[in-house]
């Protein structure tokens, strides 16, 4: 009785100690942040508040001085935008409290959202998107902003009708087309008007249920100031800004140019816009979208290539164009090409 007694006792006492020593061996030897087998749930940094970090190609520049199309901002409650050349006063008591995305490899960009603070009143909330596409790189069949806005027209999905189709109007003394269209089961209105600036098709979209506040906001949008230029179907750029040129950056245009070698294998696009000085020298790289080992060697590789000089009137000024590096994105086919598919 006494030895079976013992012998349970001394089992018991080595489960124990095998226990403990496993315990203390997991301690040791788990992961220092996470993981199944971890005791230690806090993470080793934190993230900032309302910072999102992604590792992958961003959006740079070869200078801090230029502007870019992303660099608005709100001063004052006032959104201005130094490359589109817009200033736009925010109704009272709305507010932009996020930021948008970078610019996406197919040259779209989110210039700016805003909605009620929570200091609004009014009976009904709405948000207001700013939006741009660079027509450089757009997948989509189009050559300007009334373009676009046909085709987006014309493509959406059988749960949105159309309130009124594209109409010329005027903005802040400025040409713009006009078009609504409305979820019936959301019970949303969606009032979209776009023009063309530098190449880039502006939209601005206001959402909301209630169609008096959306128009009040169209009628506030008469605040903007925006630069001489602005069309939904020119648009290109001149007087105090680059001359924009599609396709600029081929053929005969090139005197000299050098190819970038790449370090590391990669299958991203890679969407650039360049200023041409004067003299037909690369004065400006904006990266849509590139990381960075890319954008170093499209950088050294673009400070070498020359080209002729862009005249207008028969003097030559400064030009803006868009070259694709990389792998060639996936453009929609035209209306035409569409049918002829099917």
């Given at each position: 009785m006494r030895s079976r007694f013992l012998c349970s006792w001394l089992v018991l006492a080595l489960s124990v100690s095998f226990l403990a020593w496993g315990q203390g061996a997991t301690a040791q030897n788990a992961p220092k942040n996470g993981g199944d087998f971890s005791d230690n749930i806090q993470p080793g940094s934190k993230v900032p508040t309302d910072v999102i970090l992604v590792k992958g190609a961003w959006s740079s520049a070869s200078d801090s001085v230029t502007p870019l199309p992303e660099g608005g901002k709100v001063i004052n409650h006032v959104f201005s935008d130094p490359y589109f050349g817009m200033t736009y006063a925010l109704p009272s008591n709305w507010e932009e409290k996020y930021k948008g995305p970078p610019p996406s490899d197919s040259g779209r960009y989110v210039l700016a959202q805003f909605r009620p603070a929570d200091t609004f009143k009014g009976p009904a909330r709405g948000s207001i998107l700013i939006t741009a596409q660079?027509?450089?790189?757009?997948?989509?069949?189009?050559?300007?902003?009334?373009?676009?806005?046909?085709?987006?027209?014309?493509?959406?999905?059988?749960?949105?009708?159309?309130?009124?189709?594209?109409?010329?109007?005027?903005?802040?003394?400025?040409?713009?087309t006009f078009y609504a269209y409305w979820s019936p089961v959301a019970e949303l209105h969606w009032y979209v008007v776009a023009t063309e600036i530098r190449c880039h098709a502006v939209q601005l979209v206001l959402t909301s249920r209630d169609t008096k506040l959306l128009e009040s906001l169209i009628l506030d949008l008469e605040k903007m100031k925006l630069p001489a230029e602005a069309s939904p179907t020119v648009g290109a750029g001149g007087g105090d800004v680059p001359a924009c040129v599609k396709d600029y950056?081929?053929?005969?245009?090139?005197?000299?140019?050098?190819?970038?070698?790449?370090?590391?294998?990669?299958?991203?696009?890679?969407?650039?816009?360049?200023?041409?000085?004067?003299?037909?020298?690369?004065?400006?790289?904006h990266f849509l979208s590139a990381f960075p080992d890319q954008a170093k060697a499209i950088t050294d590789a673009l400070q070498q290539w020359k080209f002729k000089r862009y005249l207008r009137d028969g003097q030559p000024v400064e030009v803006e164009t868009g070259i694709m590096f990389g792998r060639t994105p996936y453009m929609r086919p035209a209306p035409g090409q569409e049918r002829a598919a099917q």
């Open positions: 660079d027509m450089f790189f757009t997948p989509f069949p189009a050559r300007n902003a009334l373009e676009l806005v046909n085709y987006s027209k014309n493509h959406l999905q059988a749960d949105y009708k159309v309130e009124m189709p594209p109409t010329p109007t005027k903005i802040a003394g400025r040409p713009f950056a081929s053929g005969e245009n090139v005197i000299a140019r050098v190819d970038p070698v790449f370090t590391e294998r990669r299958f991203n696009s890679v969407p650039v816009r360049i200023i041409i000085d004067k003299e037909g020298k690369v004065k400006h790289i």
